[in-house]
């Protein structure tokens, strides 16, 4: 039976998948069979319009094992989560966190252990939502509370975004290509070029 495994890391800037990577290793899963999503929001990117992700999804269309740390990699709002892992679950697939062991096994024909599989997802989704959004309000308190103290000067350039404009337009360079020779993520390219 084919294990797969699906890692996401939020942001370019400071997160790596090193950890995600050595999680699939532990697992004694292939290099060949790890997809992860970097630079990829777990709230706003729907796991469909994730470009590693479209690749568990052919890969399990006939079933299968796919292992994540914990279901939040999938995704952080409760209908994402709960409808790609029914759909995941009517194709027969058993999905492993490694973070407790929790699986939910698609093969399960007990009415009564489906209904608590259902119920434990329902809960894990929920609580993954809650958890993002307050995350992100304590995060903008403690910034209007630093604002307000004189305190917060905002994050610090990672590059000079007027030197990453001018290198990408000489060079006619991609994106990658641009974040690849400053030494930074995509992400802070991308940032640079919406400065304009």
Not at 21 to 39: C, K, S, T, W
Not at 172 to 190: L, N, Q
Request: net charge positive; hydrophobic share 40%; aromatic share 8%.
């Amino acid at each position: 039976m084919r294990r797969i495994y699906y890692g996401r890391v939020s942001t370019l800037d400071g997160q790596t998948a090193a950890s995600q990577y050595a999680d699939a290793a532990a697992q004694g899963i292939d290099r060949d069979d790890v997809f992860i999503d970097e630079g990829v929001s777990g709230y706003h990117v729907a796991p469909a319009d994730r470009q590693q992700w479209q690749h568990v999804e052919r890969d399990l269309r006939k079933g299968g094992v796919l292992v994540v740390r914990w279901l939040d990699r999938i995704s952080r709002r409760y209908d994402e989560l709960h409808s790609t892992m029914q759909r995941l679950m009517s194709k027969g697939v058993r999905v492993v966190c490694t973070l407790n062991g929790m699986e939910f096994d698609g093969a399960e024909t007990d009415p009564t252990k489906k209904a608590v599989r259902d119920a434990i997802l329902a809960f894990m989704a929920a609580q993954g939502e809650a958890d993002y959004r307050n995350r992100r309000e304590m995060q903008a308190r403690g910034i209007e509370v630093a604002k307000a103290e004189g305190r917060y000067k905002g994050r610090k350039q990672a590059v000079d975004y007027a030197e990453v404009r001018a290198w990408k337009a000489e060079q006619g360079a991609t994106v990658r290509a641009t974040a690849e020779h400053f030494g930074v993520g995509v992400a802070t390219v991308a940032r640079a070029l919406a400065e304009q």
